[in-house]
C-alpha cells in the first residue's frame, strides 16, 4: 500500500513539474483502452467463427451418417430380396 502511495506522490509531482504529462498519460490511458477493445473484439470473432464451424461439421457429419444409414438399408434390402429369391427357387 505504501508502495502506491509513493507512486501517486510521484506522479503528482511529475504532474506539477510537467503538466504535457497530463495529456500523455490520457493518451495512454486512450491507448490501453483501444487495445483492450480490439483483443475483446478479436475474442469475440474467434469464439463466434469456431461455433458455426462446429456447427457446420456437426451437421456434415449428421448428414453423412444418414447418408450411411440410407446405403446400409439399401443394401439390406436388396441382400434380404436375394434371399427371398433363393429361397423361392429352392421351394419349400
Given amino acids: 500500500m505504501m508502495q502506491l502511495a509513493i507512486l501517486l506522490v510521484l506522479i503528482l509531482i511529475a504532474l506539477i513539474l510537467a503538466p504535457w504529462l ?8 486512450a ?6 477493445a480490439v483483443v475483446a473484439a478479436l475474442l469475440i470473432a474467434a469464439v463466434f467463427s469456431s461455433a458455426i464451424i462446429a456447427a457446420f ?10 447418408a ?10 436388396e441382400k434380404e430380396k ?3 429369391q433363393a429361397a423361392e427357387q429352392t421351394g419349400p
Avoid: D, M, P
Wanted: proline letters at 0%; a positive charge; zero cysteines.
Fill in 22 to 29: 497530463f495529456g500523455v498519460i490520457i493518451t495512454g490511458i
Fill in 31 to 36: 491507448l490501453y483502452g483501444i487495445w483492450i
Fill in 57 to 66: 461439421k456437426r451437421f456434415r457429419s449428421k448428414s453423412r451418417l444418414e
Fill in 68 to 77: 450411411q444409414i440410407a446405403e446400409s438399408n439399401r443394401i439390406y434390402a
Fill in 82 to 84: 436375394a434371399r427371398a
